[in-house]
């Protein structure tokens, strides 16, 4: 199985900062990572996917980078509904694995 | 709008089988290239993907579940259906449902989970 190690496991920030969360992969899978977002008791919401497309509906704030085995997710400019967990997951082969997940916290 | 909602019992005896349906509504199973299925997520930990399946029947499942995992669809009904055997504490989570689709062009496919239901917490106690 590919493991997924996100950094770091949480982070506190204010609003309007810049939050960059990063997703190493246990072995190169080219662009093939997506990242989501889940607010508590909420289901995940997907960001981003083939490493930087956004998702239809997801403000430009979000964006993604990377590939082979590390990857980067950047929030330009935190605002209040941001604050929740984010968790990358890696679909270049089966089973599909997610990272530990980060959460962003309220500074 | 897409919609998927699960439902099924919210407590299973340990040993015995943990069975939820997911309904899908507003838009058909059939005769699509999506993948429908499973998701879990242990009381706050991370997801874990359980497996999915296509209008076909055409499966796939996580190796670490296979053996205690089926999942079903009813294209009629629009209805994904998962059974676990055996189950213990550790199988305790929020299951969620949740549809897997892919970058058209991209090879081998890339597949993201992009609609979820609302998950359904399932203990595992006696």
């Known amino acids: 199985d590919i493991q997924m190690t996100q950094s770091p496991s949480s982070l506190s920030a204010s609003v309007g900062d810049k939050v960059t969360i990063t997703c190493r992969a246990s072995?190169?899978?080219?662009?093939?990572l997506n990242w989501y977002q889940q607010k508590p008791g909420k289901a995940p919401q997907l960001l981003i996917y083939?490493?930087?497309s956004l998702q239809s509906g997801v403000p430009s704030r979000f964006s993604g980078s990377g590939s082979g085995a590390d990857f980067t997710l950047t929030i330009s400019s935190l605002q209040p509904e941001d604050f929740a967990t984010y968790f990358c997951?890696?679909?270049?082969?089966?089973?599909?694995?997610f990272g530990q997940g980060t959460k962003v916290e309220i500074k | 709008q897409l919609q998927l909602q699960e439902s099924g019992p919210g407590l299973v005896k340990p040993s015995e089988t943990l069975s939820l349906t997911c309904t899908v509504s507003?838009?058909?199973?059939?005769?699509?290239?999506?993948?429908w299925g499973w998701v879990r997520q242990p009381p706050g930990k991370g997801l874990e993907w359980i497996g999915d399946?296509?209008?076909?029947?055409?499966?796939d499942y996580n190796p670490s579940l296979k053996s205690r995992v089926t999942i079903s669809v009813d294209t009629s009904k629009t209805q994904v259906s998962l059974r676990l055997t055996s189950v213990t504490a550790a199988d305790t989570a929020v299951y969620y449902c949740?549809?897997?689709?892919?970058?058209?062009?991209?090879?081998?496919?890339?597949?993201?989970?992009?609609?979820w239901g609302q998950g359904t917490l399932v203990t595992v106690s006696s």
């Open positions: 399946i296509d209008y076909t029947g055409s499966t």
């Open positions: 083939a490493a930087s």
């Open positions: 949740a549809r897997r689709d892919y970058v058209w062009g991209s090879y081998p496919l890339l597949y993201f989970f992009d609609y």
């Open positions: 507003g838009g058909s199973i059939s005769g699509s290239s999506y993948y």
């Open positions: 072995q190169s899978m080219s662009s093939y």
């Open positions: 997951q890696q679909s270049y082969s089966m089973p599909y694995t």
